[in-house]
């Protein structure tokens, strides 16, 4: 680093004395069990958008990003945005961080890991009095989950400009409108254009994140780099044959039609095991009418089809349709499908992914790269920028769950990894956006 690139902060400045990475990782550890501690409920974990429980999040982590030596601001949707300033202007910006909201009866580290240990390296930079030649921002995103109005992504939506207005008319449980809540919590709805940045100011966005799987923990490893966010198609199927007597009916007779999904759930199942990547999965199941004397008449379940090349992902999902029509056919019964969402795959960029991997391998780590089958806001923030994402290994591969936990160790190495990232980034020759969107 030459000594522009390492210009102090203003003299005078206080900024404590360089603390090793066990040390940062348990100044980690220790604010997720402090943030784990405010929610809507006294008995779990539940923070939803805009609600008193993410105002106090919000102020708490801005309390740490000035003590970091960054600026503090909301934008108009309600993100948290913490900025470190460069060695020299003008400058281009690396954008870091996660999301601070939950979902019900949650863990404490979906989301708020990468919030705190981006910050914890910013704040590492400041105690060593270094500036580099781009600013930092970290982003806590205000909804990622969409546990508040069963829409995902309202923050980092924001930012890339994809925020459908039509959204603000949504209500919650308590007949909230989006709007009025962005309002009670200090944004300003009928600005949101404000939010979007400008791709030609980004140089990219990266984020840590809990693997939300069993896979790093498999392979014996810390962390891992994440080579694409999965396509995901989701689908209802609904078989409906006749109901009946359960005890006047003959078996031959019948016209079943749960016998009828569960084969269906069998092959789904086949299917999953056979292709390599392909993770598919029903998840739900109605049976009407719901009695336990009646033959099933009807029932509808639900498909969730992941992939990380979207062209396998819609074979599969085509497949699958002629395997439940195949199936009705056989047993005389019906079977009705509709595809209720598709996202497409996005791909990490190449040059950002190789950075993380040469900073793990910097750590004497195996460099395991792996997709993302969970959604993040760096799927979104890949409209506008390069992306790279870093996994943690989480215990058992539980998430969205009071289960959830990391090793303050691992969070060490975590730390220490997205540190030399960012020392690697500094002595790139050009900006990463020229590689923008090749995949790993």
Same mark, same amino acid.
């Given at each position: 680093?030459?000594?522009?690139?390492? !210009?102090?902060?203003?003299?005078?400045?206080?900024?404590?004395?360089?603390?090793?990475?066990?040390?940062?990782?348990?100044?980690?550890?220790?604010?997720? &069990?402090?943030?784990?501690?405010?929610?809507?409920?006294?008995?779990? @974990?539940?923070?939803?958008?805009?609600?008193?429980?993410?105002?106090?999040?919000?102020?708490?982590?801005?309390?740490?990003? =000035?003590?970091?030596?960054?600026?503090?601001?909301?934008?108009?949707?309600?993100?948290?945005?913490? =900025?470190?300033?460069?060695?020299?202007?003008?400058?281009?910006?690396?954008?870091?961080?996660?999301?601070?909201?939950?979902?019900?009866?949650?863990?404490?580290?979906?989301?708020? @890991?990468?919030?705190?240990?981006?910050? !914890?390296?910013?704040?590492?930079?400041?105690? /060593?009095?270094?500036?580099?030649?781009?600013?930092?921002?970290?982003?806590?995103?205000?909804?990622?989950?969409?546990?508040? %109005?069963?829409?995902?992504? $309202?923050?980092?939506?924001?930012?890339?400009?994809?925020?459908?207005?039509? $959204?603000?008319?949504?209500?919650?449980?308590?007949?909230?409108?989006?709007?009025?809540?962005?309002?009670?919590?200090?944004?300003?709805?009928?600005?949101?254009?404000?939010?979007?940045?400008?791709?030609?100011?980004?140089?990219? %966005?990266? !984020?840590?994140?809990?693997?939300?799987?069993?896979?790093?923990?498999?392979?014996?490893?810390?962390?891992?780099?994440?080579?694409?966010?999965?396509?995901?198609?989701?689908?209802?199927? #609904?078989?409906?044959?006749?109901?009946?007597?359960?005890?006047?009916?003959?078996?031959?007779?019948?016209?079943?039609?749960?016998?009828?999904?569960?084969? +269906?759930?069998?092959?789904?199942?086949?299917?999953?095991?056979?292709?390599?990547?392909?993770?598919?999965?029903?998840?739900?199941?109605?049976?009407?009418?719901?009695?336990?004397?009646?033959?099933?008449?009807?029932?509808?379940?639900? @498909? &969730?089809?992941?992939?990380?090349?979207?062209? #396998?992902?819609?074979?599969?999902?085509?497949?699958?349709? /002629?395997?439940? /029509? !195949?199936?009705?056919?056989? =047993?005389?019964?019906?079977?009705?499908?509709?595809?209720?969402?598709?996202?497409?795959?996005? /791909?990490?960029?190449?040059?950002?992914?190789? $950075? +993380?991997?040469?900073?793990?391998?910097?750590?004497?780590?195996?460099?395991?790269?792996?997709?993302?089958?969970?959604?993040?806001?760096?799927?979104?923030?890949?409209?506008?920028?390069?992306?790279?994402?870093?996994?943690?290994?989480?215990?058992?591969?539980?998430?969205?769950?009071?289960?959830?936990?990391?090793?303050?160790? &691992?969070?060490?190495?975590?730390?220490?990894?997205?540190?030399? +990232?960012?020392?690697?980034?500094?002595?790139?020759?050009?900006?990463?956006?020229?590689?923008?969107?090749?995949?790993?």
């Amino acid at each position: 680093m030459d000594q522009e690139s390492a !210009e102090s902060t203003q003299s005078g400045e206080s900024v404590g004395p360089i603390t090793s990475l066990e040390a940062s990782a348990t100044t980690i550890m220790e604010r997720c &069990d402090l943030l784990a501690r405010f929610s809507e409920e006294p008995d779990r @974990l539940t923070r939803r958008f805009a609600t008193p429980a993410m105002r106090e999040v919000n102020e708490r982590v801005a309390t740490w990003m =000035r003590a970091a030596g960054m600026s503090v601001r909301h934008d108009a949707v309600g993100n948290l945005i913490g =900025r470190y300033e460069a060695s020299a202007s003008p400058c281009k910006t690396l954008l870091l961080g996660s999301h601070l909201d939950t979902v019900r009866d949650a863990g404490k580290y979906d989301g708020p @890991l990468g919030v705190l240990v981006a910050l !914890e390296c910013v704040a590492r930079l400041y105690r /060593q009095r270094i500036r580099l030649p781009f600013a930092i921002e970290v982003y806590g995103f205000a909804d990622e989950e969409g546990l508040r %109005y069963h829409s995902a992504y $309202l923050g980092s939506k924001a930012v890339t400009g994809a925020f459908d207005g039509r $959204l603000l008319a949504l209500t919650d449980s308590d007949n909230v409108t989006l709007a009025e809540a962005i309002r009670r919590f200090g944004g300003d709805p009928d600005n949101l254009a404000t939010c979007k940045r400008d791709q030609d100011d980004l140089i990219g %966005y990266c !984020e840590v994140h809990i693997e939300q799987g069993p896979v790093l923990e498999y392979e014996g490893l810390p962390v891992g780099v994440v080579s694409a966010i999965q396509g995901q198609s989701r689908i209802e199927v #609904i078989f409906t044959g006749v109901a009946g007597h359960a005890g006047t009916v003959p078996s031959a007779l019948r016209r079943d039609a749960l016998c009828a999904a569960s084969e +269906f759930v069998l092959a789904v199942e086949a299917l999953s095991r056979q292709t390599a990547g392909l993770v598919a999965t029903v998840g739900q199941m109605i049976v009407q009418p719901g009695a336990s004397n009646v033959i099933p008449g009807a029932v509808a379940l639900s @498909l &969730d089809v992941r992939h990380p090349d979207d062209d #396998i992902r819609e074979a599969m999902c085509a497949q699958l349709a /002629q395997t439940a /029509q !195949e199936i009705a056919t056989r =047993r005389t019964v019906t079977a009705q499908w509709q595809l209720l969402q598709a996202t497409a795959s996005v /791909q990490c960029d190449q040059q950002l992914a190789q $950075l +993380f991997a040469q900073a793990i391998e910097a750590q004497g780590i195996s460099v395991k790269y792996l997709p993302s089958g969970a959604g993040h806001d760096a799927a979104v923030m890949a409209a506008i920028t390069p992306i790279a994402m870093l996994f943690v290994r989480c215990a058992g591969g539980i998430s969205h769950s009071p289960a959830e936990a990391v090793a303050a160790a &691992d969070v060490a190495t975590a730390t220490a990894v997205l540190e030399r +990232f960012l020392h690697s980034v500094a002595q790139l020759p050009v900006s990463p956006r020229s590689k923008a969107h090749e995949p790993v």
